[in-house]
């Protein structure tokens, strides 16, 4: 009898960690930006992404940098997801923390992978990471601030579990949609804007410094948490302009690396 009890306690064990590790966006938010990309690069850049990505989509590559971290010799680029960063910041503070490598790298590494990219184009691995990382620059508590770790100290409880804010951005309030990505992005690209410029280098800080001014709205958030609908009804616009931005912007990037 013992035997039998043992798997089921680990199961149950492996059930309450589970939902407690941060993946960042969540599986559906990584998608639905990839998938948005997608929808706004060229035609030459999709072809080119294609061979590179031996014709996985943008979009079921995009989670790819969070499954690596639990590779041990991946592990280091657990750091590259993240920049927390002192709130109260001026723009010019903020540029200069944003591109240091301590207390997180997201917005060093995007802008290293990016340069990477262009000398080595055909760098697979390279490309998912900028996939997946230049989605998570764009989670508001991705440059969230040192002291609780953006977020993920700040305990809530969330349609009835314990969960933090940090879950609940990464992906309790895209599942409470219960869309697919593909519908989520759907509705997304007839409802937002794609303005798709010209990439330069200077638009990684001002992407980085958007995020760093959406994260002080989502921790005065904290206090609408008790009531999941009427936080739906308040924040939900933010969060679909963050998932737009991500997509809008990753396609700048890919436009910039491989629409020539
Ligand atoms: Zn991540």
Request: contains cysteine; aromatic residues 10%.
């Amino acid at each position: 009898m013992n035997k039998k009890k043992t798997p089921l306690l680990l199961l149950c064990i492996i059930g309450l960690i589970i939902p407690q590790m941060t993946f960042a966006w969540g599986m559906t938010g990584h998608r639905v930006i990839g998938k948005l990309a997608e929808m706004n690069i060229s035609q030459k850049a999709k072809n080119r992404i294609n061979k590179v990505l031996d014709n996985t989509s943008i979009a079921m590559v995009a989670n790819w940098g969070d499954f690596i971290k639990s590779d041990s010799t991946l592990a280091y680029t657990a750091v590259w997801h993240y920049k927390d960063i002192p709130s109260g910041l001026t723009r010019e503070e903020f540029d200069k923390q944003a591109l240091t490598k301590d207390d997180g790298q997201v917005v060093y590494q995007v802008l290293r992978l990016i340069k990477e990219l262009k000398s080595h184009p055909n760098n697979a691995m390279d490309l998912k990471l900028l996939i997946h990382l230049v989605g998570d620059m764009h989670q508001p508590l991705h440059i969230g601030h040192p002291e609780d770790k953006g977020g993920n100290m700040i305990k809530i409880r969330w349609m009835g579990r314990e969960t933090n804010l940090h879950s609940l951005w990464d992906s309790g309030l895209i599942d409470m949609q219960q869309l697919s990505y593909r519908e989520y992005a759907d509705y997304l690209f007839r409802t937002q804007k794609f303005a798709l410029p010209v990439f330069q280098q200077s638009m990684v800080l001002d992407w980085a410094w958007q995020t760093y001014e959406a994260a002080q709205i989502v921790y005065n958030s904290v206090s609408d948490v008790k009531n999941p609908f009427y936080y739906d009804y308040k924040y939900r616009a933010l969060l679909e302009n963050c998932l737009s931005d991500a997509g809008d912007h990753l396609a700048i990037v890919l436009n910039y690396l491989y629409g020539k």
